[in-house]
């Protein structure tokens, strides 16, 4: 078994595609000082390997199954704060950016960037640095604040698979009216015409 370089950056990575998750693995472990120490595939394994492996930067993606990246992150931050949390994601959504920023991470950045930019990213993180993709920072501040209540985004989330309000209604145990207030109100807030447009336009902001 290979060990870990003296004084290298132990690095996690959360990825559910293998090619990706290789290959990112692969890049990362090039550089004389970066090692991954820990690979998994799905969301809800990440708490458990950062707490096995200790790694100073957890890099993750944001959709995963079982847990998003964003609900990792804030779950990192409550259990293993001494890890720095680095997202890296395909979806260069604004409300991303803001959600991740708000449960804690320290970074941000596009799968379509070099790898160098990625590996510079892991040191400035683990140095206590910010780090966004400067494009992203200005839509999210162009884009404003998540206009939509927790709640709101609860019943547009539970609506997502063509849910009739029934179902809705029984899944967050409200009343059929309520759930009909609430995605009214949602509706109205994205601007758009049925709950599909507003689970649609929801999503492509990164609110949900």
Same mark, same amino acid.
């Given at each position: 078994?290979?060990?870990?370089?003296?004084?290298?950056?132990?690095? !996690?990575?959360? +990825?559910?595609? =293998? @090619?990706?998750?290789?290959a990112? $693995?692969?890049? %990362?472990?090039?550089? #004389?000082?970066?090692?991954?120490v820990?690979?998994?595939?799905?969301?809800?394994?990440?708490?458990?390997?950062?707490?096995?492996?200790?790694?100073?930067?957890?890099? !993750?993606?944001? +959709?995963?199954? =079982? @847990?998003?990246?964003l609900?990792? $992150?804030?779950? %990192?931050?409550?259990? #293993?704060?001494?890890?720095?949390v680095?997202?890296?994601t395909?979806?260069?959504?604004?409300?991303?950016?803001?959600?991740?920023?708000?449960?804690?991470?320290?970074?941000?950045?596009?799968?379509?960037?070099?790898?160098?930019?990625?590996a510079? $990213?892991?040191?400035?993180?683990?140095?206590g640095?910010t780090?966004?993709d400067?494009?992203l920072?200005?839509?999210?501040?162009?884009?404003?604040?998540?206009?939509?209540?927790?709640?709101?985004?609860e019943?547009?989330?539970?609506s997502?698979?063509?849910?009739?309000?029934?179902?809705? $209604?029984?899944?967050?145990?409200?009343?059929?009216?309520?759930?009909?207030?609430?995605?009214?109100?949602?509706?109205?807030?994205?601007?758009?015409?049925?709950?599909?447009?507003?689970?649609?336009e929801?999503?492509?902001?990164?609110?949900?």
């Open positions: 078994m290979n060990e870990t370089p003296r004084g290298a950056i132990r690095v !996690l990575l959360a +990825e559910d595609q =293998g @090619m990706m998750r290789g990112l $693995a692969l890049l %990362l472990g090039m550089e #004389a000082d970066i090692e991954v820990a690979q998994v595939a799905a969301g809800d394994a990440i708490v458990d390997a950062v707490l096995r492996h200790e790694p100073d930067v957890a890099l !993750l993606d944001i +959709e995963l199954p =079982g @847990m998003s990246g609900d990792a $992150a804030e779950a %990192l931050r409550a259990r #293993a704060p001494g890890c720095r680095l997202i890296l395909t979806f260069g959504r604004p409300g991303y950016l803001r959600r991740a920023l708000e449960a804690g991470a320290a970074g941000f950045l596009v799968k379509d960037g070099p790898v160098e930019e990625l510079a $990213a892991v040191r400035r993180v683990l140095a640095e780090v966004v400067p494009a920072a200005t839509a999210a501040l162009s884009a404003g604040p998540n206009p939509l209540t927790p709640r709101e985004c019943v547009l989330t539970a997502v698979d063509g849910a009739t309000v029934a179902d809705v $209604a029984g899944r967050l145990h409200l009343s059929e009216s309520t759930v009909r207030n609430y995605l009214s109100s949602a509706i109205g807030k994205t601007g758009t015409r049925n709950r599909a447009e507003a689970v649609r929801a999503r492509q902001q990164g609110w949900l």
